[in-house]
């Protein structure tokens, strides 16, 4: 069964540096999501993202945040400067399209920022 | 904004019972997706049922069924026949059509044996 990947699973990283977190959503998928969960806390939208634009993005995806999808098959989230308070898991999802509803999601990518 | 609520924080059943998850949503769109989400302690977000706003009939997925009650905004979720591996934190979530998800605050699910 076609599933979403994320890379790394864990990474650690120091405050001020750049990091980017890897997806690769479902093939035939065309809509890509970035959500985060701080430990105990809920899972919140980051950004949506379309035909190679952001569709959508929340208040948290400030200019410190990007996406981008470099090739056919990777979704890419790079936080510029990373802070303490990035520390969180890291979700990708993807969907078939517009209306299906379903969004599938990855594994999860655990940030810890230091 | 869309909101939605899991006043529950904590539930706990006993193996081979039944439970009911609460969840309340806050929309003034008549077009949407409910859904409830599992989280085990792996953090892998697992898609348990969902339900399309414009059935009336409610969703089923062998042991799990939602009572979905559009004119309250309430979507229950109802696990039967409870099993040591339904441990877990659950989450309700809701969608209006190819946007983004909106979580609730998640109920932390135990199963005693």
């Known amino acids: 069964e076609p599933e979403v990947t994320q890379t790394p699973s864990h990474q650690v990283t120091q405050m001020g540096q750049e990091v980017i977190l890897r997806c690769v959503p479902i093939s035939n998928h065309l809509y890509f999501y970035w959500y985060r969960q701080i430990l105990g806390q809920k899972v919140e939208f980051l950004v949506s993202?379309?035909?190679?634009?952001?569709?959508?993005k929340s208040e948290i995806f400030d200019d410190q945040f990007s996406v981008e999808r470099p090739d056919g098959s990777n979704f890419t989230l790079k936080i510029r400067s990373t802070k303490l308070e990035d520390s969180a898991m890291y979700f990708c999802?993807?969907?078939?399209?517009?209306?299906?509803?379903?969004?599938?999601f990855g594994p999860g990518t655990r940030l810890t920022v230091t | 904004a869309q909101t939605v609520t899991q006043s529950q924080p904590e539930m706990s059943v006993q193996e081979a019972e039944t439970v009911t998850l609460s969840c309340t949503y806050d929309t003034s769109e008549s077009d949407y997706y409910l859904f409830w989400y599992k989280q085990p302690p792996s953090r892998q977000m697992i898609l348990v049922i969902r339900?399309?706003?414009?059935?009336?009939q409610n969703a089923t997925e062998n042991r799990f069924s939602v009572n979905f009650q559009k004119a309250a905004k309430s979507f229950s979720l109802k696990i039967s026949d409870s099993q040591l591996g339904d441990a877990a934190m659950y989450f309700c979530?809701?969608?209006?059509?190819?946007?983004?998800?909106?979580f609730g605050a998640g109920t932390i699910l135990r199963v005693k044996s």
């Open positions: 979530a809701y969608q209006e059509y190819g946007n983004k998800l909106v």
């Open positions: 993202f379309y035909n190679n634009e952001i569709s959508e």
């Open positions: 339900q399309e706003a414009y059935k009336q």
């Open positions: 999802a993807s969907s078939e399209g517009y209306g299906n509803g379903e969004q599938y």
